[in-house]
């Protein structure tokens, strides 16, 4: 039912609770394994997705960037956008997906303090509770690049994994190769992917904290529909991928560490 809602556009995200995981697998190897590898599994639950979505059965008004680049793929396959042969492109899975993958932790994991997050937990799915103290504006993270050349028309995708990347300048094409002349491509804003972004910041409880200690911080990154939940104030619990960022720029020559968590 998720992802017929899926394919019929009222739904952008793909609920998996572990403890229906646990259900479907007796020995638990398949729910350890997403709880020990999250970032994977939610690449791999993707894929399958992909492959088991099924058509939609309701007229669509309005078309978002999928539609487009897909009916700009059909009449590129079949030589009608330029008297020369058509190009061999291949969108990424990520530029065609409408929905993110969401893992629920099991209802018997009680939450953790931040303090017991340590290096043992990068990678793992974890529960924290916490109470929010600031939050980001919303803004659009670009997730998937596409680029355009000027002087064949090849278009270049170029997957976004992390806040900042370096731009393609020159076109990888062969036609530019073949010619030995160095096309300059340009991003296009309209056939790239943009998500919501937020960043959340929460603090240990009062309870939490041992007797003369100072409370201390996490840094939470939400994406897409996960925007917008919470306000300064509130007492949250957040189950997500505890993972870590390299510093960049001043902030490495300054830090003691060469990486932040989030």
Known sequence: KQLQDIANRRRRTLDIALDDLTAFDHEEDLARGVVENTRRYISLFAKAADRAMP????????????????????????????????????????????????????????????????????????????????????????????????????????????????????????????????????????????IKFQEIKIQEMAEQVPIGHIPRTMTIHAYGELTRKCSPGNIVTIGGIFLPVPFTGMRRLRAGLIADTY
């Open 55 to 194: 058509p939609c059965d309701v007229h669509v008004e309005e078309e978002d960037i999928a539609d487009v680049l897909t009916t700009h793929r059909n009449q590129t396959q079949q030589g009608t956008t330029g008297d020369g042969p058509a190009h061999d492109t291949n969108f990424p899975p990520e530029l065609m997906r409408r929905f993110q993958v969401r893992f629920e932790p099991c209802t018997k994991d009680k939450p953790q303090s931040i303090r017991l997050i340590k290096a043992d937990s990068i990678g793992h799915l974890v529960t924290v509770k916490g109470i929010v103290t600031r939050i980001s504006a919303v803004k659009p993270l670009m997730t998937v690049a596409t680029y355009t050349c000027d002087q064949c028309g090849f278009e270049i995708y170029q997957e976004v994994t992390s806040r900042t990347f370096m731009p393609i300048t020159t076109c990888p094409s062969q036609a530019c190769q073949l010619n030995n002349v160095p096309g300059r491509v340009y991003v296009q804003t309209r056939g790239s992917k943009f």
